[in-house]
C-alpha cells in the first residue's frame, strides 16, 4: 500500500508514523523547504501538544460539531499522544494540571523525534514540493502530480492545514485539492486570532492586559469568554479574545456592513457590586482619588480611560463622585461596548475555521465518502477548537486515525 501525505504538520508526520509502522510505503510532499513550521512555533516555541479536559468537554470546545472526533481520540487521545511521545523519547508534562508540554519545553524535540521516526519507518519526506492536483479514476485515488514529477497513490491523505500564517505554510492550496475532487468547503475564516475595533480608545490602552475579564457578543444567546484579554493598538486580543474570534468571524462574515457589537467585563465585577464598591468608597474612604480606587482593579492607564468614557475626573476625591456619574462608570467596568469591525486577518489567524465538510468524510476512517483512497486530517477540515492544546491533539489524533485506516488496508 503506497501512501502519499499532503503536509508534514503534525497531522501528516503523525499519519505517516501510523502507516509505515502498518506496513504502508510513505511519502510526504511539503510545500516548504522545512517540514512543520507551526508545529514548531506553537505555544510560543513551546507546544502546547493537548490538555487533560474529559472527553466529552474536550469535543464540546470545537462547538457541535466536536463529535465528529470521537473515534479519532478512540484512535488517539491526550493519554495515547502522550505515550507515543514518550516511546519517541520526548517525555511530556502538564505545570498546570490542564495544558500539556514536552518537558524540555522546545517544540523542536517534538518535531526531531517525529522525524527521526518517521526516517527510521523508511517514511519519504520531499521538501520544497508542492502538491498542484490529486488524480481520480474511477472514484478511487490514483496518483498525485506536484511540483516535482507524479507520485502513484493508493491512498493520498490531504494533511495541508488552514489558510493562517501564510509565513509558517498556511493557505488555499488544500482546499484547492478538496475541491478538484469534488469535495464542498465551508468557507474559511480566521480563527484565534485578535480583533480591530472601531473605537480607538483600545488603542490607547495598548499593551495593557486583564487577567480575569470577559468579552461576550452583545447578542441573546451569544458566546462569551472569561480569560486574559489583552488591548492592542487596533482593538482587542489575548485568550479570551482569541477563543471567541472564530464566533465573531462567523458572524463579520454574515452581516454587512461587518461589524459586531460586543461587551468587555473588565472585573468579573457586575455592575451592582461595582456601584456598591463606588458607594462604599464615597462613604468611608472619601478622600481617596477615583483613579486611586479604580487602580486597585485595574492598571492605571485603563483606569484613566474609563474615566474619560464615563465622563468622570480621575483625580476626584470619591467623596465628590455623584450618582449618575458612578453609575455610568459601573456600566463601563461592567460592561465597555466594543464594536468589532474585523479581525487582525490571515497573517496572524492561528486556526482557521471551515474547511472540507465534515458530512463528506467518514469519521470513522477520515477518508472521503465521495473518492476512495482520499482521506483528511488536522486543520483542513471544518474543526477548530480554542486555544490550548486543542487544535494540535486534533491534527496528531486525526493523523493517527487516518493512518491506521490506511494500514489496515495493508497486507
Ligand atoms: C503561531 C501558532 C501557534 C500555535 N500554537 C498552538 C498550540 O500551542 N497548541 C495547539 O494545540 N495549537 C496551536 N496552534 C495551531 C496548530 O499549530 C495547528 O492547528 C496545527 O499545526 C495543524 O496541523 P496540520 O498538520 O493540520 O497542519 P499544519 O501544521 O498547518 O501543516 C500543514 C503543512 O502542509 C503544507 N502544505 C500546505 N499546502 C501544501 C501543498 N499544496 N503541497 C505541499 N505541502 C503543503 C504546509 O506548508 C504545512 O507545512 C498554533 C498555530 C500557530 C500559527
Known amino acids: 500500500m503506497n501512501l502519499v501525505i499532503i503536509g508534514s504538520g503534525p497531522a501528516g508526520l503523525s499519519a505517516a508514523i501510523a502507516a509505515a509502522r502498518g506496513g504502508a510505503a510513505v511519502t510526504i510532499v511539503e510545500q516548504l523547504d522545512k517540514p512543520a513550521l507551526k508545529l514548531l512555533a506553537s505555544g510560543g516555541g513551546r507546544c502546547n501538544l493537548t490538555n487533560l479536559l474529559a472527553r466529552d468537554e474536550f469535543m464540546r470546545a470545537f462547538g457541535r460539531r466536536g463529535g465528529f472526533m470521537r473515534p479519532a481520540l478512540d484512535a488517539?487521545?491526550?493519554?495515547?499522544?502522550?505515550?507515543?511521545?514518550?516511546?519517541?523519547?520526548?517525555?511530556?508534562?502538564?505545570?498546570?494540571g490542564v495544558h500539556v508540554y514536552p518537558a524540555s519545553n522546545r517544540s523542536k524535540d517534538v518535531l526531531a523525534a517525529l522525524l527521526t521516526e518517521c526516517d527510521r519507518l523508511n517514511a519519504r519526506l520531499m521538501l520544497a514540493t508542492r502538491a498542484r492536483e490529486v488524480v481520480v479514476h474511477d472514484g478511487r485515488v490514483e496518483a498525485l502530480q506536484t511540483s516535482n514529477g507524479v507520485l502513484r497513490a493508493d491512498a493520498l491523505l490531504i494533511a495541508t492545514g488552514g489558510r493562517g500564517y501564510p509565513q509558517l505554510g498556511g493557505g488555499e492550496s488544500g482546499y484547492g485539492l478538496a475541491r478538484g475532487?469534488?469535495?464542498?468547503i465551508i468557507e474559511p475564516k480566521p480563527a484565534l486570532v485578535g480583533l480591530v475595533t472601531r473605537e480607538t480608545w483600545p488603542g490607547a490602552c495598548a499593551g495593557v492586559s486583564l487577567n480575569d475579564a470577559?468579552?461576550?457578543?452583545?447578542?441573546?444567546g451569544a458566546s462569551r469568554r472569561r480569560g486574559a484579554i489583552l488591548f492592542t493598538h487596533k482593538g482587542v486580543s489575548g485568550p479570551a479574545v482569541l477563543d471567541i474570534s472564530g464566533d465573531i468571524s462567523e458572524l463579520l462574515a454574515k452581516h454587512a456592513p461587518a461589524k459586531v457589537e460586543v461587551r468587555l467585563k473588565l472585573t468579573l465585577d457586575d455592575e451592582r457590586a461595582w456601584l456598591a464598591r463606588l458607594d462604599e468608597a464615597r462613604r468611608s474612604?472619601?478622600?481617596?482619588?477615583?483613579?486611586?480606587?479604580?487602580?486597585?482593579?485595574?492598571?492605571?492607564?485603563?483606569?484613566?480611560?474609563?474615566?474619560?468614557?464615563?465622563?468622570?475626573?480621575?483625580?476626584?476625591?470619591c467623596a465628590h463622585l455623584g450618582a449618575v456619574e458612578a453609575k455610568r462608570i459601573a456600566a463601563v467596568l461592567s460592561g465597555a461596548p466594543l464594536t468589532v469591525t474585523g479581525t487582525e486577518g490571515w497573517p496572524s489567524a492561528m486556526v482557521t475555521r471551515g474547511g472540507v465538510d465534515l458530512a463528506q468524510v467518514d469519521p470513522?476512517?477520515?477518508?472521503?465518502?465521495l473518492v476512495r483512497g482520499l482521506y483528511f486530517a488536522g486543520e483542513i477540515?471544518?474543526?477548530?477548537?480554542p486555544s490550548g492544546g486543542f487544535n494540535l491533539q486534533w491534527a496528531f489524533s486525526s493523523g493517527w486515525l487516518a493512518g491506521l485506516a490506511v494500514s489496515n488496508n495493508c497486507g
Not at 76 to 96: F, H, I, K
Not at 214 to 220: D, P, S
Not at 381 to 385: E, H, M, P, S, Y
Open 76 to 96: 488517539m487521545d491526550a493519554q495515547g499522544l502522550r505515550n507515543m511521545l514518550e516511546g519517541l523519547n520526548v517525555p511530556t508534562e502538564s505545570p498546570d
Open 181 to 184: 475532487t469534488g469535495h464542498r
Open 364 to 369: 470513522k476512517t477520515l477518508e472521503s465518502r
Open 285 to 317: 474612604h472619601g478622600k481617596k482619588t477615583l483613579g486611586g480606587l479604580l487602580s486597585e482593579a485595574i492598571p492605571a492607564r485603563l483606569g484613566r480611560t474609563v474615566c474619560d468614557l464615563a465622563g468622570a475626573d480621575w483625580a476626584a476625591r
Open 381 to 385: 477540515v471544518d474543526l477548530d477548537g
Open 214 to 220: 470577559e468579552i461576550a457578543i452583545n447578542a441573546k
